[in-house]
């Protein structure tokens, strides 16, 4: 509150300390222009200065706000830069899959088009090709629209969302989810690609034989821990993408805690500040997300 903020208050001691201040110097100057007056630029150059003092010690911002501005400004770069960095990589996908594949699609539907009243036979064939290859593109939007945020978090929330990651994990995962109600939408989205990447390196790094996923909230931050029995020697400088998660979740006041000594096991810790999800929601809205205990567990 207003009350508990340092800089507000030593802006109401400046504002009471700069009209004695002012007579103070007004009555110097004065005195030193008609008695003092071969002091009197030395006199006015010290009062300028000890009044730069008292305005820069009352009314800049403290080094704790400073270095939070700081903080904020670095965090926002992060965010811009990932973002960025999404986007291109969408870009990417959809220009060399769905889009190239869809560009053969309709060149190979124009030459059975061609065929069709010559050689039905040929153009048949050429169709039934065409539709594999629809189905493929298919699966291949799905899977980018999964990146960008899958429709299974969206309608059933967390638990739902990482047992679906965790069936399609290399090595057996237990998920376990324990939370009062849905954090919002973008601290949801962080803690699934969070558990999403973490878990892609159980499958590609850690040789593991199983791993857990646990979720939970404790007072106002929500907890993240994923662990595996596998190798060990996870670094964050690795290549493993370790050092991009947790710039992520510091963006958003985050933590990112890695443990994993050679040997193993690996155990992963994150904390995401506690938002909740936004009122408002029609029923409609919400209808059959509730669901969200009701998950298998893998």
Known sequence: SSLKDPVGW???????????????????????????????PFT??????????????????????????AELESDRGVVVDTAAADLRRIERDLHDGAQARLVALAMGLGLAKEKLTHDPEAAA???????????VALQELRDLARGIHPAVLTDRGLDAALSAIA???TVPVRVGVDLPGR???AIEGIAYFTVSE??????????????????????????????????GGARMDGGTGMSGLAERLGAVDGLFVLDSPVGGPTTVTAELPWRDRD?????DRDRGRDGAGAAERH
Not at 10 to 25: D, K, N, Q
Not at 27 to 39: A, E, K, N, Q
Not at 53 to 60: C, H, I, P
Not at 202 to 231: F, N, T
Request: aromatic content about 6%; some cysteine; hydrophobic content about 45%.
């Open 10 to 40: 030593r802006a109401v001691l400046y504002s009471f300390i700069r009209l004695p201040w002012g007579v103070l110097t007004f009555t110097v100057t004065l005195v030193s222009l008609f008695v003092l007056w071969p002091v009197l």
């Open 44 to 69: 006015a150059r010290l009062l300028t200065n000890a009044d730069r003092a008292m305005a820069r010690g009352l009314l800049s911002p403290s080094d704790e706000l400073e270095r939070r501005i």
């Open 125 to 135: 064939r050429m169709v039934d090709e065409a539709h594999g290859e629809v189905k």
């Open 167 to 169: 069936s399609r994990c």
């Open 183 to 185: 954090p919002a939408e």
């Open 198 to 231: 973490l878990l892609q390196n159980v499958s590609k790094h850690s040789g593991a034989h199983s791993a857990s996923v646990e979720v939970w909230r404790s007072a106002e931050r929500l907890l993240i821990r994923v662990s595996d029995d596998g190798r």
């Open 279 to 283: 009122q408002g929601r029609g029923p």
